[in-house]
């Protein structure tokens, strides 16, 4: 099959977690014999007036074409963000150029649904990989100004005061005079109807996908409250594999304490403050820290971070490794913690560890309670509550049969030939007889 998949952003330049799915989705189908092409934004700070340039190269033999637009100068930037015509005229001759068999997005943040609408139109089959809340929410996250959870049904005022208040002056009067502004946000109908529109075109564009793939149900039963039709979304887990991890590598290297590693975004929606504060709140206990993960997005938060490291050797920010190093990385850890503040969808460190036979003590929040089962594979602590978390980790410390036990509780993580199993079932009913079967994995 002839697949155009199209992904925000792709290697080498961004390595997140979705740039790194389309790129393992592309070559692994590329080992299948299909032929994958990739599109992706690769800046949108440059570009031509009222239009995108586009530069066509290859990464790792897949052929990628990267575009480049000023979205600041859209005449609409708000609209821009998930409408993109700039986008979709390009898409329009891109495809009618290629016309694959499916024209599968990842993800849907930067592309736009623009990009659906276009392939559609073309009567190009299309295919949607969730990877977040993006078609949501455009903060992406589902978490509010305020530091708490969206919940559904999605209130377009809510939404119009939350993206206010990522602006300061209408965050500090927020939490002086809250009622006050709830009236006054009420009043602001232009940027209520900025974010109806959003909704409204998303979810219709969603509801013309061929087939939808959630990596989680809960991220599945989500989209489908908030109004996208149940026969559409299909729950297929992401596969890991590790080809190089010898059974040796299953054993810990011995350690005199508790070691807790966290791998990911050093970033303050992923919670490691709260590993931190609970780590500090057992002065006297056996054990270290470690998260690993980049500490340059989001100096501010990091800052933080050190402020809650200074005078303690058994916190550390590790920075970031390499990809094959996860195993070594994984092998002097004990438990990872996952302390995620906002839902989260189907994490890779989580498949990553028990892949490694590590134990993961997670938020009881969103997907996360759906992978770490409380006391048979890991443990679940009250969201955002350093003490809950603290009290999850004194038990590890306290009762040596707790950690074995949990290491015997993980069951085997999909493979990734697996999910490319998954996936071209997908591809060939939406190219051929239509008819979707989840694959329930």
Known sequence: MKIVIAVHHFPPRYTGGAELRAYR?????RARSHEVHVVCVERIDTGPVGSVAWEDSAYDGIAVRRLSFNLAAAPDPFRWE???????????EFLDEQYPDVFHLIGGYLMSGRALRVAHQLGIPTVVTLTDFWF?????WMLRSNGQVSTLPINAVTCARCLGEEKRRYRLPGRIAPRLMDAFWRLQKTQIRNVEARMAFLCQTLNQVDAIISPSQFLRSIFIEAGVEPERIIFSRQGRDFPDLMPEMLEKTPSSGLRVGYIGQIAWHKGVHLLFEAARRMPNA???VRAYGDTTPFPEYTARLRRLMAGSERLKLAGVYRRQEVSQVLRELDVIVVPSL????????????FAHRTPVVASNLGALAELVRDEENG???APGDADDLARQ???????PCLLPALRAGIGPVKSVAQEMDELEEIYRAVAGDGRLRSPNK
């Open 82 to 92: 998930y409408d993109n015509p700039w986008i979709g005229h390009h898409l329009r």
């Open 379 to 381: 443990l679940l602590f």
């Open 393 to 399: 980790l004194r038990r590890l410390l306290d009762d």
């Open 286 to 288: 056996s054990l270290s």
């Open 136 to 140: 949501l929410c455009r903060r992406i």
């Open 342 to 353: 906002w839902y989260e969808n189907s994490p890779n460190a989580i498949l990553e560890a």
């Open 25 to 29: 989705t592309a070559a692994a189908l």
